[in-house]
């Protein structure tokens, strides 16, 4: 892992289950950087409230995991789907939607240059 919890935030998402792929520059995106992680979901488990500062895609590589970003309703994506999250939008529910069977996400993030990729939130909407 390549410093964990200053690249994710101190408490949207716990150390011991995210993995940091690959984080590289962005030569024709001055100031930008991707980052690939890997997010592991134990039975049960779930992520704080939080946003991402900056685009989000994810996609399930097993089990499956409810995702409800703020305005939306719950969704639950299974292993092989995958979805999109605009900058800035609160994700109110990240769960493993199984109480049995771990979950496990692949997600590329998209960001300025060493910012946070994960901000803790306090309530929705707090934001914007």
Do not use: C
Not at 12 to 28: G, T
């Amino acid at each position: 892992m390549v410093g964990t919890t200053l690249l994710l935030g101190q408490t949207a998402l716990a150390e011991d289950n995210v993995s940091v792929l690959m984080k590289q520059r962005l030569a024709d995106m001055a100031g930008k950087e991707g980052t690939v992680i890997t997010v592991d979901y134990a039975p049960g488990a779930a992520s704080d409230l939080h946003f991402h500062p900056g685009s989000v895609f994810a996609y399930v590589l097993e089990g499956a995991v409810i995702s409800q970003l703020e305005g939306g309703e719950p969704m639950t994506y299974r292993k092989g789907q995958s979805w999109y999250e605009s900058p800035k939008i609160p994700h109110v529910v990240s769960k493993n939607a199984s109480k049995t069977e771990p979950a496990k996400l692949l997600v590329f993030l998209l960001s300025q240059e060493s910012e946070s990729l994960v901000m803790p939130m306090k309530s929705p909407g707090s934001a914007k």
